[in-house]
T-cell receptor, first 109, second 116 residues
Framework: GQNIDQPTEMTATEGAIVQINCTYQ??????LFWYQQHAGEAPTFLSY??LDGLEEKGRFSSFLSRSKGYSYLLLKELQMKDSASYLC??????????WGAGTKLIIKP | GAVVSQHPSWVICKSGTSVKIECRSL??????MFWYRQFPKQSLMLMAT?????????EQGVEKDKFLINHASLTLSTLTVTSAHPEDSSFYIC????????????FGPGTRLTVL
């Protein structure tokens, strides 16, 4: 079967750095997305990785290792507004999105 | 670009009534649209995939006679929840895939359905 694993919840301090991991086992791979979702809102796009390595975009960076079936989202200089759920999703061989359950990130002052 | 709208944003209805939710791609053609349901503190659950001009493909456990999907044009898909019951109360989100980009999905803002 297809499976996406990410931690259920993480807590970090304002101004710090946090890394959210995602491991996947899917039938085929056509890329991995990270989305941010605030409570009561739809997901918003953060990043897309299809090749191995690190993609940096401002305070957010995303890393992919296809051989290990592993990705992480790195958030720097955390702000209170970063409190949200972070969803990892993999595009499988049928170009369908396979979703992780999401990681709820709690930022404390 | 790549904006998807949903209407209504929220709806409250009585048990037994039907509710229609619209999903529109505003600045691109969406050959494929997806309908998701999300219960509180849970991840997105794919309900169905609809391709323009053909019947929707429903995920296992989703009743196609209860959740009617119509994708009549490249910019509009509708989800009708028929004979809604309180257990259908949820956050319904649509997404659309650009005909020219087979990977990314663009999400609508979601519709909060509450059935009394």
């Amino acid at each position: 079967g297809q499976n996406i694993d990410q931690p259920t919840e993480m807590t970090a301090t304002e101004g710090a750095i946090v890394q959210i991991n995602c491991t996947y086992q899917t039938s085929g791979f056509n890329g991995l997305f990270w989305y941010q979702q605030h409570a009561g809102e739809a997901p918003t796009f953060l990043s897309y990785n299809v090749l191995d390595g690190l993609e940096e975009k401002g305070r957010f960076s995303s890393f992919l290792s296809r051989s290990k079936g592993y990705s992480y989202l790195l958030l720097k200089e955390l702000q209170m507004k970063d409190s949200a759920s972070y969803l990892c999703a993999v595009v499988d061989s049928n170009y369908q999105l396979i979703w992780g359950a999401g990681t709820k990130l709690i930022i404390k002052p | 670009g790549a904006v998807v709208s949903q209407h209504p944003s929220w709806v409250i209805c009585k048990s037994g009534t039907s509710v229609k939710i619209e999903c529109r791609s505003l600045d691109f053609q969406a050959t494929t649209m997806f309908w998701y349901r999300q219960f509180p503190k849970q991840s997105l659950m794919l309900m169905a995939t609809s391709n323009e001009g053909s019947k929707a493909t429903y995920e296992q456990g989703v009743e196609k006679d209860k959740f009617l999907i119509n994708h009549a044009s490249l910019t509009l898909s509708t989800l009708t929840v028929t004979s809604a019951h309180p257990e259908d109360s949820s956050f319904y989100i649509c997404s659309a895939r650009d005909a020219g980009d087979y990977n990314e999905q663009f999400f609508g803002p979601g519709t909060r359905l509450t059935v009394l």
